[in-house]
């Protein structure tokens, strides 16, 4: 088991309260394993990403829970170990590639300062090193792409330099947030197509957190659907398409746009709660079409079905 | 003018002349002479040396000090910040001139207590203008993907949140130095500054204001030199920051 995260709940403290972004989530990933966290905004995609390597900072805390990543719990480590972690065993990838480079480093630093601190090498072997991962993230001219500061590449190329500097250690672990929301939809699949070649050369496991379930779909053999800061269900990609069993799962996957249909789009009535006073029992339930009285009231519990998938619903016993 | 003077113009400031004392600007003096006959411009040339050099290496000096609190202030938060921008508000509280002339009173007067003294009053201004920026920036993105690459605080905030803050300094420098050779001016007026016969502008214009009546020249030029000094800063800011934008550079 490379990473299992065990009961984990993180919280914004606001004015209105306390928000629970991320509540009792649980899931495990293995070596070489692809899971794709999927979900709308405000679910708490974006938290649970950032609690797994503890980067989430204030107004953000992490409120219990456990990250184990090898066996070793991330949110008891000391800092200085945590370090070790982040960046060197596990990468990040992120929504905007623009802001998450340095304006006024050039790109190549950025690049070889990852490996100066992780693996202790010289400027020189490591701004080697980050014109051959420039090359191998699939930038056409890598050596003069060293030499340019951030706002110099376009957005396909910055995250490409972001994927560079994840990849600059070979970490064990890929949390990709919402890696391609940012960039038009051809460089999107090239971006997409980059990971996934990446992924099986070297045998990286991979979180993708998107909204975007055709996308889960396309990168990851696992996936996992939260709502309002709740796992709601998770299983193989299989499975979850075919079989969906939460409502909410099957409302998402009947969203998805059919191009040839000429049927009416779906959607999902309602909008989602407000976690600083998220509705009593299934948080689903004001939206929920199979509403019963037991969900206004208890919370579903977790159960596993014969499919090896997980859900949360009243539904199933 | 005050940097290539001592080049281009060579007549000693030391000379003595007490035949031609108090002359008016003629061709030979161009700022005409003092009390002792001594060339004016000539001595202005090098008092303006010596203000330069009193109020940039003053300015060095709460620079050095001033960045790295609010650096350490606007990245730490809470009681870390609490505690440096307090002690700056204290220095701050006190007016520059007469923390200054404080200072001076304390460690005695000489070339090297004024620039402490204009120094330490410059170091809550460059402290709280980099901790404001540092408290935008490290909520930025790039800081945060700075942490997750598992850089450690220092690298964080030297590396990747200092470049981001040096156009601000760069501009407070050029600032700071306008106020610092004001500041320099007044303390030799008070006689508190470089002491002779190594004096500055400030100096000069002191020694020449009881002349004002009958030897005009005498205070105004190395007055006008001081105006000249302050407002050459604050155009060197401007084109500086502009230079070392990175935004504002041509992409190649």
Redesign the interface.
Known sequence: MLLSVKGLTACYETPAGLVRAVEDVNFDLDKDDSLAIVGESGSGKTTLALSI?R?L?PPGRIMNGQVLFEGRDILTMPE?E???????RVG?I?Q?PQ???????KSGFQIA??LE??RGYDRQRAMQEAVRLLKEVGIASPEETVNR?P??LSGGMAQRV?IA?ALACSPLLIIADEPTSALDVTVQAQILETIRRLREQRHTSLILITHDLSLAAAACGKIMVMYAGKLVEAGDRESIFKNPKHPYTQLLIASIPKIRSSEEFPGIAGSPPNLANPPTGCRFHPRCPHVMDICKNVEPPTISTDAGQRVACHLYK | MITIGPIVYTVNPFTVNTINKLAPPNLNDFFGTDLLGRDLFARSILGGEISLYISTVSVIFSLVLGVPLGLIAGYSKGMVDEVIMRIMDIILAFPGLVLALLVVAVLGIGINNAIIAIGFTGIPIFARIVRSVVLKISE???V?????????RW?IMI??IL??V?SVIILQFTLSLAAAILTEAALSFLGLGAPAPLQSLGGIVQEGFPFLQNAWWYAIFPGILITVAVLGPNFLGDGLRDLLD??LRG?S
Do not use: C, W
């Open positions: 390597t980067i900072k200085n945590l370090r070790q972690i982040r960046g060197g990040m992120f905007q802001a998450y480079l340095n304006p006024v480093l300062e990852v601190i992780h500061y706002f110099e972001i500097m | 930025l993105d790039y945060e993907a700075a942490r997750a690459l598992g850089f450690n690298r590396r990747h470049p981001n040096s990175p935004k992409s």
